[in-house]
């Protein structure tokens, strides 16, 4: 039995890939960013948590190889990547009418509206799973991370550190931008939050929907 270990000079490079493509600004950082600062800890937390399970579809996908039947059947992935780009524009959407609102407003809304944990979550998990570029990361992972030959064990190696990587960099936005003076900024910055976000979702989603897969 081959020593799972003996493939982490392999697996490094592309996890330091990977981390720097967590960290780096995207619609899912910027989605528990978002929620965490204008709907509390609970909020940040629970589409943390879709988001990580959208990343772990992924990556299970990856891992058991229907990445390359998806990328076989390119119609499926456009189907995705249209949905995913009108998704990130609805969310845009929504940021521009919040960012519109007087903030007498949306103080009253704030108090009537109560989302469902599972309202959050599927929210995150939308944002992820409809992301088709998303495969594409974890299929280069999983080919830059390990070599043809790689045994079962390495594969899961690799996908546990870099799902426990995210899951803990996506909970950590998700405390971090909850904190009391992360929501001092934002109420005395609301409208140019959500303005920002306004134009970061209908960026990312207009760029989804015309890039190439």
């Not at 108090?111 to 309202?119: D, R, S």
């Not at 546990?160 to 929501?183: E, K, N, V």
Request: aromatic residues 12%; glycine residues 8%; hydrophobic residues 55%.
């Amino acid at each position: 039995m081959p020593d799972v270990f003996t493939y982490l000079p392999y697996i490094w490079p592309a996890y330091v890939a990977y981390l720097i493509a967590v960290l780096s600004p995207g619609p899912a950082n910027f989605a528990i960013i978002g929620a965490a600062i204008s709907q509390g800890r609970r909020a940040g937390i629970i589409i943390a948590l879709g988001i990580f399970c959208g990343s772990l579809t992924w990556a299970c996908c990856a891992a058991l190889g229907l990445a390359a039947l998806l990328r076989t059947y390119a119609i499926a992935l456009e189907i995705m990547k249209v949905l995913g780009g009108l998704y990130l524009i609805y969310l845009a959407w929504k940021a521009y009418r919040s960012a519109r609102k007087p903030d007498a407003e949306m103080a009253v809304n704030a108090a009537k509206v109560n989302y469902t944990a599972k309202q959050l979550w599927l929210r995150g998990y939308a944002i992820h799973v409809t992301n088709p570029k998303a495969i594409f990361g974890w299929l280069a992972i999983i080919s830059l991370g390990l070599p043809a030959n790689a045994p079962p064990s390495a594969i899961m190696l690799i996908v546990g550190i870099c799902c426990t990587s995210s899951f803990l960099i996506f909970m950590g936005y998700a405390l971090l931008f909850s904190t009391r003076h992360a929501l001092r900024v934002y109420k005395s910055a609301r409208r140019w939050i959500e303005g920002t976000m306004a134009v970061f979702y209908s960026v990312a989603g207009i760029k989804l929907l015309t890039s190439r897969i």
